[in-house]
């Protein structure tokens, strides 16, 4: 179908959907969603011409002085907003941003995603991924601490679970957006849930995750609650991950160049080179995947978050897994990355562990051995030993650890780097210049 052809049919199916009104979306470098509403009668010239927008005012964009920008509805992406009716019908169609000349903006974070995805499939590769996002369901309390939800726990069916159907409207509402979800539970702590997604190409994974992020938080509100995507909202129990499925596939996406029959792990030459890079850069990703102040209180030893640097399969203290091969599922060879959390901006996830593994590839890097024991058992000496780094153990250190990866840095772009780590550091600062609770209760007698 040409591009005028998929104008015209986005037009009449917005029309056969009575939709009145349409929310062109941008994501911002932090991963907010940003939208420009237009009534439906405006469809037509936003779609062949794109809409203007303040760059400025989108955080990582512009400045002030070259705010002048516009926006190009990706017509793929039109989809009526299940929750909404009436006369407020309403559809979302996500853009991509472009400078005044009509060049693809550097500092638009899905073109930073595209961008990667181009320089793979410059080397034959199609990178795919699939995301298992958790996320914290509270009750809503005035004058109060919120409380979580449901006193279920893991898997659990029970009565108790009051959010099993908050997680099936959940579900029905991203089925009506498009989104193939293939399984939602109970998750570890209580209060905690996680939905899991179809694996697709890495654009359409990380505007589904953008999606059903909204998507999660309109469906609680409707049920009188509150959703987070704070990794670590209450302390003592489990934070909240998105652990990441990734795999390499021809350019057809039929053939999964991770396989190989020969090997223990069923894992090909072209793997282990993009899990070694991966891993060498995984300390200079955590920024990017674990990007709040709060993401670190999260990557701590017992609660089954990543700490070390270092691979296994049945190990589930290590920072990236390689699930199970099962016969006659081929397509499915995967590695799982488990340091991401949701407070991550999708575009930039995946545009930045593509270019560690890409790395890894081209450079023809080794794998270390496999942990299969606990690593969080392992002594100082026995990680020094077997050389396992440790992730940063907080935004500062990630940061410092980001500004000396150039792989990161390049992948990231010199535009959307400098204000990432512009917005992070105004965000440390912000958080090491508060007094807590905590200090005032633990200083405020004895000291």
């Given amino acids: 179908m040409s591009l005028s052809d998929s104008r015209k049919h986005v037009l009449e199916q917005a029309q056969a959907d009575g939709v009145q009104f349409v929310s062109l979306q941008l994501t911002d470098m932090v991963g907010a969603t940003k939208n420009i509403t237009i009534p439906l009668h405006k469809l037509g010239e936003a779609l062949e011409h794109g809409i203007w927008f303040d760059g400025s005012s989108v955080q990582g964009f512009a400045r002030i002085y070259e705010s002048d920008m516009f926006m190009i509805p990706d017509v793929t992406t039109y989809r009526v ?76 069916f029970s009565p108790r679970d009051l959010a099993s159907a908050v997680r099936q409207d959940i579900i029905l509402a991203l089925g009506a957006l498009g989104i193939d979800v293939e399984r939602g539970h109970h998750e570890v702590a209580i209060g905690q849930h996680e939905i899991n997604f179809r694996y697709a190409d890495a654009l359409t994974s990380a505007d589904a995750l953008m999606t059903f992020k909204y998507t999660v938080k309109a469906i609680a509100q409707a049920h009188d609650l509150y959703a987070t995507f704070m990794p670590k909202p ?112 999708p575009y930039l996830v995946l545009a930045v562990m593509l270019a560690a593994g890409l790395d890894g590839i081209e450079r023809k890097l080794q794998a270390p051995p496999p942990i299969e024991e606990s690593a969080y058992e392992l002594t100082e000496a026995d990680l020094r030993e077997r050389s396992i780094g440790v992730l940063p153990g907080s935004l500062d250190e990630a940061l410092q650890e980001l500004e000396r990866d150039q792989v990161v840095r390049d992948a990231l772009g010199e535009h959307v780097y400098k204000g990432f780590v512009r917005a992070k550091r105004r965000e440390w600062d912000d958080y090491r210049l508060q007094v807590t609770a905590w200090e005032r209760a633990r200083y405020f007698e004895v000291v």
Avoid at 110 to 118: A, E, H, I, P, T
Avoid at 314 to 335: D, F
Wanted: aromatic share 12%; net charge neutral.
């Fill in 81 to 156: 907003l299940p929750w909404t009716e009436g006369d407020h019908r309403l559809a979302r169609i996500i853009c991509d941003a472009y400078t005044p000349d009509g060049e693809p903006f550097q500092g638009d974070p899905r073109g930073v995603l595209k961008r990667q995805l181009k320089r793979a499939e410059a080397l034959g590769l199609r990178y795919t991924t699939s995301s298992e996002p958790e996320f914290f369901l509270f009750r809503k309390q005035d004058g109060a601490e919120p409380v979580p939800h449901d006193v279920a726990g893991y898997f659990d």
């Fill in 234 to 345: 209450i302390a003592g129990i489990n934070g909240s991950g998105m652990h990441t499925h990734q795999s390499l596939f021809d350019p057809k996406g039929e053939t999964n160049l991770f396989y190989d029959a020969h090997d223990a792990y069923h894992f090909s030459p072209l793997a282990y080179n993009f899990l070694a890079g991966q891993l060498a850069h995984a300390r200079g990703l955590a920024a990017v995947v674990a990007p709040t102040v709060n993401s670190y209180k999260r990557l701590v030893p017992g609660f089954e978050a990543p700490v070390y640097v270092c691979w296994g399969q049945i190990n589930r203290s290590a920072l990236m897994r390689i699930p199970r091969y099962s016969k006659g599922r081929e397509k499915s060879t995967r590695m799982e990355l488990r340091c991401p959390d949701p407070s991550g901006n």
